[in-house]
Structures are given as C-alpha cells and as structure tokens.
C-alpha cells in the first residue's frame, strides 16, 4: 500500500485525507466511500508531494476548479 493525499471538496468545505491505497483510484474510493457529497477529488502520492507546500497546493486547487 502507498501513502496518498485525497484532496476533496463537498458541500461545505474542501480537504485533505490522507489514505493508504493500492493506486489513485483505490485512495480515492476510500474517501467517497467515507465522505458526504463529495463534489471534487482527486489523488497524489505522497511521495510526489516531499518538496511541496500542501496547503498552497489545496488552495491552488481550490481556484482551478477543475
């Protein structure tokens, strides 16, 4: 299992949940499955993440609306 972060936003708000899944697709299920509404999401391996501001990240995300 590798390390992901799940960024996700639902009605309320956005977040990140870290998970341990096989792939981006196993992480992001684990967070659908145990989240409401979820309306965005997406996975990135932490491993890709060592050199990265996550909250700047986030919010980066946030503004792209993609």
């Avoid at 009605?11 to 981006?24: G, K, T």
Wanted: net charge positive; aromatic share 6%.
């Amino acid at each position: 299992m590798t390390a992901y972060s799940v960024f996700y936003c639902d009605s309320n708000r956005c977040s990140i949940q870290p998970v341990r899944a096989m792939d981006a697709e196993h992480a992001i299920a684990k967070v659908v499955k145990t989240q409401r509404d979820v309306r965005r999401v997406a996975a990135i391996a932490d491993e890709e993440l060592k050199e990265v501001n996550v909250t700047q990240l986030l919010k980066d995300w946030i503004r792209s609306g993609n």
